[in-house]
């Protein structure tokens, strides 16, 4: 037995002591949005550093302005280095009353066609993933006595809220962090039989705004319709930010947005994709982004503005005819190609700008950003990690692209001049911030399998 | 000294009784929407039974599915009949915090310009200027051993909490309670030396819907644009609601709404109000409602929109990049004139069905609705009543209009056939519905004088 076979052997041995781990680590309540939580992130990022360490690595969980940052190394062996990135804050859990068992009590469901999954906030994003990365490096170091390359472990806790601390972290220790090859698994499959690595991500900007027109509730009997209203000022914006054909209609939107390459825009006409099931999956049928692009382009490599939040006046049970103080949104904008995340909020701020009336204000709140990437596929390293993919799943692994922004994609690219191998084992139906997150069991166990292969494929 | 003249100057010699009487009804905790208070809304309930049976009213508090409705009838004279409404119970306290003093402990305050003013929930709304009536009658009583008309005292408990109880039982007792002519003391002076006579009111719809897009929650990095987002569809129903010149674009909304007569036009024009000041009072300067309209018109004689809550998404501190299942908005629209709130209601829900795509769904709360009211201001009684107010202020009274609705005045026209003569002695700075609500203690003196004068006027 080859040695890649005995770490693969080893980890269908310790399956159970896997998931033992992960249901530990699954507990600690990790929300790095809210501050209520910020002793949990705490508690996480020990964790893990204690884990790491008990496995060989030199790890440190280092402090930082927000929730700690984990830097953990093995450099025993030579060959080309890899930098593994992984979170390990997750969502709020928020609307409760949805969820159908504790979110921070995990536990392992049999569904009806006898397949298991792991429920609990974290499970797919991030936790599950990140622990198929270090599963993999505890069975190469348990069988062979060291990885098959050197790699660093890098875990973040605010991947989940702005991540504002990374940036300058990454920055400040550029030389200790700085490998060949990026990894990073915090994305899906194509679907549950073929595994995939994205190769395209759109970029981001998230941003509040914030009007306040009176300065004070007033009653809408005494005072509707002369004075202004911040509910109508945030809904007029909101509404004029796509136009009939859903095209954002912020001037320079689409600047340095090309038509997708006609050789990669047939692939992905080829991929065994149905827009009604995507949508039906989720109970919709109609696509409602831009009107003659295919549902793979609108969520792949055509920008977007979404309304992530909004609200104003009184929201509860009954009615109050109140004109409210305040309003406000959460717009996010995803981008592609060469879009300028600087320049779209600039002209986002200026547009609502336009839009508020003189006697009211408006404040804005900056919710990070990023620009769009493209990894070069005819890297030897990509093709390596696509054909251990491919071993593992017994189905030839896609080159795909995602609507999703992996903002530390962007900084290990930008920052530190690294490729990043984007393979990840979870799928559409995990319910990533969404009340009642899973992750299929085989995910995370062939997930664990999946890294030990590329690994070991990445030393040859 | 004529009978009238003894009458007032029997007011002015028992001042501190009736400050006394009016204080102890104020210590009655009348909370009607919070269960807690039953007890203290029946308590109240007696009280005013007990202090309108002791000055020879025919008293009795009357059970009903909610708080006790009192009626106290003193028909010992002939005449024309006066029926007169109050509400003894009281909004809630919350919050607390903002409170100065203890809302249930009415003190006297002497304000730095020397005015007096009594301090406590419900010194304005509604206790105290009900009682202004109850102490003109006791006066004349006192005085003249009877009232100048007969006069029938109706006591709600349940105008801060939707007043369910009121409409069967006026029904029920239509026979037993028809007068007249109406009077309600629960409205504002023009200014505080002008007193006002408010003779139109806007009617109500209030309407409440729900749109559903996906079946879950939605991560909008990978459902973004492709996903029907329901804030982006209630942003757009509710932008589309008013056009560029803020009128409201339902079909047929201003079916009924006649221009304003011109000589009434010419009043309003030439009343002393200042629309900065009004504005400006609550930090505000441009008026938003219709354009080519006064302020005046807006809020008085105009029919308005206005969206009195929204909400959908992610609200909390941070961000979150979900594309929600559902968002929603409350809106109600002022009517004025001939509208038919039926129809405004049908014409609302087909405005927004149109706008919500096929995949998705809506559903609607209805909350209220009546027509708007106008009282025939040339009509004997109200020249009566306006004559004795200028009469004890010195200064004209004005018959205004009036942007919120009193629904029980539209009860006592629709239901009872009756005219009301709604004459209050508030003030724009009593803060009702809010921490430190304060009556002036000389809208409470000559609000009693000036019934006194009314209640003689209406036996000429």
Redesign the interface.
Known sequence: MDKLDAVLACIDANADAALERLFAVLRIKSIS??PAYAAECKACAEWHARDLASIGFEAEARATPGHPIIVAHDRSVAGPSALFYGHYDV??V?PLELWEHDAFEPKLDTRPDGTKVIRARGSADDKGQLMTFVEACRAWKEVAGALPIPVTVLLEGEE???GRSLPGFLEANAAELKADVGLICDT?MWDPATPAIQTML?G?V?E?FIVT????D????????????P??I???I???L?DAD?RVTLPGFYDGVPELDPALKAQWDALPFD?RA??GA?????????KGRS?LE??WS?P?A??????????GD???????SK????V?F?LVFDQDPHKIREAFRAFVRARV????KVEFLE??GGRAIRFPIDAPAFGKARDALTAEWGREALFIG????IPVTHMLKTSLGMDVILAGFGL?DD?????NEKYDLKSFHKGIRSWARILHALSK
């Open positions: 949005t809210d969502q709020p928020d989940e809220s702005g899906n759109r981001l998230g509040e027109a009176a300065d004070r007033l009653h809408s009997g005494f005072y509707g319709s002369a004075a202004a209203n509910n109508h945030v809904a007029r909101l509404a004029d796509r859903g827009p995507f949508l989720v109970g919709l049928s109609v696509p409602a982004g831009e549902v609108m969520t055509r977007t979404e309304v992530n939040g909004m609200g104003g006046g009184y929201q009954g009615f109050k005819t109140v004109i409210p309003a406000s949104a959460k996010s995803r009336p003189s006697d009211c919710h990070g995602g609507g999703g922004s559409e319910r990533i911030h969404s009340p």
